[in-house]
């Protein structure tokens, strides 16, 4: 009705400015189609009055003014919209989304439900909590963990061999928890029961980079994903503890004691249940919402460095030597895997094409502070493996945690360092990071899988 | 001349309210309307017309309704509520007053002749 000559032509270029719009976060459909209609009647009008379509189209989306303007006097009215809203059954707005991600939602329900009837099988067979704490500790990420790797699997359409893979793994997890003869006081049983979830968690990254496992790309999803679905799910927990505390207190004031409801089943069902729920969060928001672990990386990188230059100034200072307490390797392979975590949500954040800047000078030195202090630590150790703090599994284990961050940081820090003087590029970094996940995996696995017989059992 | 923008916001509401009340209407026929009746005076923006067709519609003071013109194309009329007529109402009587003191004010006074540097500043 509008254009004589070239309607095709001027419909283009409606579609094309709706696209325009549509790229505006402040401007939904249903006000595209309301701004389009008006476009059209201003141009229907220019038309009627001696203009050719496609003058009238420029005159029209000219008097129509700039869209920034435009989207700023909608985001007065709809200022919900900048706050993007997590839509748990995905974009109305287009229906094909929509399905999709209520078929997601039913299969990741479907997944969280088998996982709270993992956690409750073995109480069929007469393992409770209170008198098998050893096999629980032990197993707990047996529970979650596979069903949030089928979930995973099932989102990205993973290949039978994967999913062969994926279940073989399960299942020699399932043996090395259960098959040896492990006392419950035994060191053995708590190397296993920390070691065995990073084992089982990397196989989780198997499934989550089931399309293409070789890609770099993909595996810093992974890490990625990691980052936010930890944050979910401790967010997930706080929550489940302010529930738990109203259910025990407002039952016990009409005289019913919840308590073995909730530690029996309200704790243990949703700490599974939350392992999946917290995947699917991240898969369903990843878009939507800004990653937060980047965020704190930022917040904390500047304080971290500081606290470390402090710690190793006092120590060059007072010249007191580290004392190397039973736990300190623990604790100084937790101060590595924190800097590493740090050092690693940063990369996973950053723009691989822009220049160094003083941020990337600001890790660097973290870095190598970090590792000056673990060398510290390493020093003061060396001198007594052989006696007091060889031959026994924590020990090991904890040693070799030490080498293999020891090693990731170093070559990490020289690559920050090159990236900085502008003699390699960013992705080096990144890659030497990502390259680095299967050695997680596969010394997580000696751990879990040669240690004991390895100690023989202590 | 141009009506100051503060001035167009201020009286954005009582306008399509009223325009409104004369029957239902959509977004280009409202700003056709409202350029109508000022003689192109005020300058209204899609900017200020839709977000605040929106906002009145969240205020329950209009409702509106998707209906099918020419075709595939639609098109958003919006109608004025009970509670638009009543808060048309009450906006009148605001206007009324200061309408009518302006008016107390200017009585019998002859237009301001405005030189035009008074004018800018």
């Known amino acids: ?458 | 001349m141009k009506v100051a923008k503060d001035l167009v916001a201020a009286s954005a509401t009582p306008m399509v309210l009223g325009i409104l009340a004369e029957g239902e209407s959509y977004g280009y026929a409202i700003l056709r309307r409202i350029n109508e009746l000022s003689g192109g005076e005020l300058d209204w923006t899609e900017g200020l017309l839709y977000p605040l067709l929106h906002r009145l519609e969240r205020l329950g003071h209009l409702e509106s309704s998707w209906q099918a013109v020419a075709g595939e194309r639609k098109r958003k009329y919006y109608r004025i509520t009970d509670r638009g007529l009543a808060e048309l109402a009450e906006q009148r009587r605001q206007w009324d007053t200061v309408v009518g003191a302006l008016k107390e004010i200017w009585h019998d006074r002859a237009p301001l002749t405005v030189h035009p540097l008074e004018g800018l500043a």
Not at chain 1, 67 to 77: G, T, V
Not at chain 1, 96 to 120: P, Y
Not at chain 1, 307 to 328: K, M, P, Q
Request: charged share 15%; hydrophobic share 55%.
């Open chain 1, 1 to 458: 009705m509008t254009a004589h000559e070239g309607p095709q032509e001027l419909e283009a270029q409606f579609e094309q400015w709706r696209q325009y719009v549509l790229r505006r976060r402040e401007l939904q459909a249903v006000d595209a189609d309301e701004l389009e209609d008006h476009l059209r009647g201003s141009v229907d009008e220019l038309v009627a009055a001696g203009l050719s379509p496609d003058e009238a189209f420029l005159v029209a989306v000219k008097r129509m003014g700039s869209l920034d303007d435009l989207s700023r006097e909608f985001a007065r009215e709809h200022s919900e919209r900048l706050w993007k809203q997590l839509v748990l059954t995905g974009d109305s707005g287009s229906p094909v989304g929509g399905t999709r991600s209520a078929r997601d939602l039913w299969v990741m329900l479907g997944c969280a439900a088998g996982a709270v009837v993992s956690v409750k099988v073995p109480a069929l067979f007469g393992l409770s909590f209170a008198d098998d704490g050893s096999f629980y500790a032990r197993n707990f990420t047996l529970f979650a963990l596979p069903w949030l790797a089928a979930y995973l699997a099932w989102r990205r359409g993973a290949g039978r061999t994967v999913i062969a893979a994926l279940a073989a793994l399960f299942v020699l997890g399932a043996v090395a928890a259960n098959a040896y003869p492990l006392a419950d006081d035994s060191q053995s049983v708590v190397v296993t029961s920390i070691h065995l979830p990073i084992a089982l968690w990397l196989v989780v990254g198997l499934a989550y980079v089931a399309d293409d496992w070789r890609s770099s790309r993909r595996r810093m999803d992974f890490i990625r994903f990691t980052g936010e679905w930890f944050i979910y799910l401790v967010l997930m927990a706080l929550g489940g503890g302010v529930l738990s505390a109203f259910l025990f207190n407002t039952f016990a004031a009409i005289g019913i004691v919840p308590e073995a409801f909730i530690s029996q089943w309200l704790l243990p069902g949703g700490a599974a249940a939350a392992v999946v729920v917290a995947g699917w969060l991240v898969e369903a928001k990843q878009s939507v919402v800004e990653n937060i672990a980047p965020v704190l990386t930022r917040l904390f990188t500047p304080l971290f460095t500081a606290a470390l230059l402090a710690f190793l100034v006092a120590v060059v200072w007072t010249s007191h030597g580290i004392d190397v307490e039973r736990e300190a390797l623990l604790l100084f392979d937790l101060l590595l895997v924190v800097v590493l975590g740090l050092l690693l949500y940063s990369l996973s954040a950053r723009d691989p094409l822009a220049p160094p800047g003083p941020f990337d000078k600001l890790q660097l030195a973290l870095v190598v502070s970090a590792l000056a202090i673990d060398v510290l630590v390493l020093l003061e150790i060396t001198g007594r493996i052989t006696d007091e703090y060889g031959g026994t599994p924590n020990r090991a284990a904890a040693l070799g945690e030490n080498v293999i961050l020891l090693v990731n940081l170093a070559w990490s820090a020289w690559l920050l360092l090159s990236f900085i003087r502008r003699r390699t590029p960013f992705a080096a970094l990144e890659r030497w990071q990502t390259g680095y996940l299967p050695v997680y995996a596969a010394w997580a696995w000696i751990v879990v899988l040669v240690f004991p017989p390895l100690f023989s059992f202590a």
